[in-house]
């Protein structure tokens, strides 16, 4: 074996990897959302706030990203995708965080609204799922140089992270900034 092999991960560990991490996130986050309760006192309420920046900001990111791209600039695009994988997993994080000391934010809406909420929150969160081992496939390919195979996934992940981000803004306002009592 030569320096290279031993340095750079395999397709079949990285999948492994990749599916264990998957698999073990989403089952955590099952847990914190449907079994664990936060607590009834409240508390730092401007979290979701930052969830919903952190989305914007990696929504933003993807966008220069494809620019960039489509422009040639391999180096950029390379910087502005790590920085959106950075702040989604800024994202992930606090909202990891608020779910756990806080619980669940229950939707005010009535009527016509609230299935299309539920809605826009379902395709979020299974798009979300669906997205993670997407987008962590989808950087490996690109680090490993691997560049048609990126090229081929990164057209369904760009699409997927999008909407993944715009909606997760979209549910922030629908349950944070709207008053449905009005």
């Known amino acids: ?3 290279t092999e031993t340095t750079q991960l395999s397709p079949a560990r990285f999948a492994i990897i990749n599916a264990v ?10 847990w914190l959302i449907y079994f664990h309760e936060g607590s009834p006192t409240g508390g730092d309420s401007s979290l979701p706030a930052f969830n919903a920046l952190f989305n914007s900001i990696s929504a933003l990111l993807l966008v220069a990203g494809l620019r960039a791209i489509k422009k040639g600039k391999r180096a950029l695009h390379k910087q502005l995708m790590l920085s959106a994988i950075v702040f989604s997993a800024l994202f992930l994080i606090n909202y990891i965080y608020y ?7 229950l939707f005010q809406g009535q ?51 999008m909407y993944v981000s715009v909606t997760g803004v979209l549910v922030y306002v629908m349950l944070h900034v709207i008053d449905w009592s009005a």
């Open 1 to 3: 074996m030569d320096s």
């Open 21 to 30: 991490v998957c698999s073990a996130a989403i089952a955590f986050l099952v």
């Open 99 to 105: 779910h756990y000391s806080q619980g669940d934010t």
């Open 111 to 161: 009527g016509a609204v609230r299935p299309l909420y539920f809605a826009l929150l379902i395709s979020h969160v299974v798009l979300s799922i669906v997205a993670l081992p997407m987008i962590l496939t989808s950087v490996y390919l690109g680090l490993s140089g691997r560049f048609a195979s990126h090229k081929k996934l990164s057209r369904w992940t760009w699409g997927a992270w």
